[in-house]
Every structure is written in structure tokens, then in C-alpha cells.
């Protein structure tokens, strides 16, 4: 079993910030690849960004040059620092993690952006 812990969302005023943090924990972790996904109200999943072992790193191009993805791989540990935010950032962040052949998700952090 693979257990992901997420943390960091809430509340912001369009123009701020936030990070949000993804520690992953389980006898079976193997990491490949971990992420952040977002799904805004009425609307499907999307990839926000992800980072592969390797250090590669995929944005969607709506945040690029605002969010910035990092890794801690001795805690498992992904972040996701967020500035500049707007109000179409909003919507349900999920960490993700795919490894031998598996995904795993979060239960999902709520960002709100709005004056």
C-alpha cells in the first residue's frame, strides 16, 4: 500500500502565493514519476506538472513561469510552489505518483483564488 499525504491549499487573493506538499510513504514505493493534477469545477482532470526521476519536468502551459515542481527524494516528498496565482487557478489539487506500473492519488487539497 502507498499512502499520499498532501498539504498546502486554502484561501489567496489572485496575485499570491501558495505551495503545496505530497509526502508518499508505503512498503511497496517505487517512484517514477510524481505530479500535481487540478480539477476545476465542471471541468476534467488536468496535469499541472510532474517530475520524472530522471529530474526532467512537464508544465501544462497555463502555469509556466509561475509554478514551480520540486522533489525531495529522501522524503518522498513532492512540492508544488505557486505564485502569481489567478483565479482560474482555482480548483482540487491531486498529488500523484506512478511507479511499477501503478498510479497512486491524493485525496485532494482545495485551492481557492478570489478577491
Known amino acids: 500500500q502507498v499512502q499520499l499525504v498532501e498539504s498546502g491549499g486554502g484561501l489567496v487573493q489572485p496575485g499570491g502565493s501558495l505551495r503545496l506538499s505530497c509526502a508518499a510513504s508505503?512498503?511497496?514505493?517505487?517512484?517514477?514519476?510524481m505530479g500535481w493534477y487540478r480539477q476545476a469545477p465542471g471541468k476534467q482532470r488536468e496535469l499541472v506538472a510532474r517530475?520524472?526521476?530522471?529530474?526532467?519536468?512537464d508544465y501544462v502551459d497555463s502555469v509556466k513561469g509561475r509554478f514551480t515542481i520540486s522533489r525531495d527524494i529522501a522524503k518522498n516528498t513532492v512540492y508544488l510552489r505557486m505564485n502569481s496565482l489567478k483565479p482560474e487557478d482555482t480548483g482540487v489539487y491531486y498529488c500523484?505518483?506512478?511507479?511499477?506500473?501503478?498510479?497512486?492519488w491524493g485525496q485532494g487539497t482545495q485551492v481557492t483564488v478570489s478577491s
Open positions: 517530475i520524472f526521476n530522471g529530474g526532467s519536468i
Open positions: 500523484n505518483v506512478f511507479g511499477r506500473g501503478c498510479d497512486y
Open positions: 508505503g512498503t511497496s514505493l517505487s517512484i517514477s514519476i
